[in-house]
């Protein structure tokens, strides 16, 4: 049985993760959350007071609470998921500075899916030479960064095959054509929106999108649990969905 500390419990991902841990042979044994409602497992308010053993982090917290979780792992020499997306440069260097002290896992998104579509998205930009790309992601109206981690990841795919191509986030201000090296970054926020990604390459009188669509949140959760159950067996890293699906 896999023993999680549960970094950001009280938030609507951290109840997923909880609801579907025992189909995944996992226990939360303690949880993170500045709001330190009544659980099943103790709940505590930062995570240098969480004093209960176990064999790995997972996390769907904040950005602003990342750094001292961290920190916490690097202390106890703990494996950690980190699924919280919207991280400023300094937390990714915070990222790959734990890394050098214990196993980290970070992810924009878990779902295996998204990672065939990171995959996919870069041969089309191989192959698709001259076409016009834009990303449009749309959640659910109580998401709070935009655009979404996962349409950064989806940037970067581009980016490390057309270094040339750079982002437009906002179109409104700036009355001219489309630069033919830019990429257009649209956030849709509304309803219950579970996420939903769509890479559109648009070219002489054709057209090709490459879409994915999460139906469920249970498919990040159950990612989560298979990250963490690789992740506590790596040595002191900064590993990703590359390295679990590969």
């Known amino acids: ?48 007071l969480c004093d209960i053993k176990a064999d790995v982090v997972i996390d769907f917290s904040h950005p602003s609470a990342l750094g001292g979780l961290l920190d916490y792992c690097a202390a106890k020499n703990l494996p950690a998921v980190i699924a919280t997306t919207g991280l400023t440069e300094e937390l990714r260097q915070k990222l790959q500075k734990t890394g050098e002290k214990t196993a980290i896992f970070y992810a924009s998104n878990l779902s295996v899916g998204v990672f065939v579509l990171n995959k996919l998205v870069k041969q089309a930009t191989l192959d698709l030479t001259g076409f016009d790309i834009e990303i449009t992601e749309r959640h659910h109206a109580q998401k709070i960064d935009a655009p979404s981690g996962t349409a950064l990841t989806l940037l970067n795919s581009i980016q490390s095959v057309l270094p040339s191509l750079h982002p437009v986030f906002d ?30 390459f648009a070219g002489e009188n054709e057209i090709i999108e490459i879409r994915h669509a999460a139906l469920s949140k249970d498919i990040f959760a159950s990612g989560a649990y298979r990250a963490a159950r690789f992740i506590v067996s790596q040595k002191p890293g900064l590993y990703g969905m590359g390295d679990l699906i590969n």
Request: charged share 20%; proline share 4%.
């Open 1 to 48: 049985m896999l023993k999680v500390i549960l970094s950001g419990c009280g938030g609507k991902m951290g109840a997923v993760v909880a609801g579907v841990a025992p189909q995944n042979h996992a226990e939360i044994v303690a949880g993170i959350d500045k709001s330190t409602v009544a659980r099943a497992y103790p709940v505590f308010e930062s995570p240098s």
């Open 171 to 200: 179109r409104h201000a700036v009355s001219k054509k489309r630069d033919k090296n830019e990429i257009g970054i649209h956030a849709v926020r509304g309803g219950t929106i579970m996420g939903e990604h769509e890479i559109l």
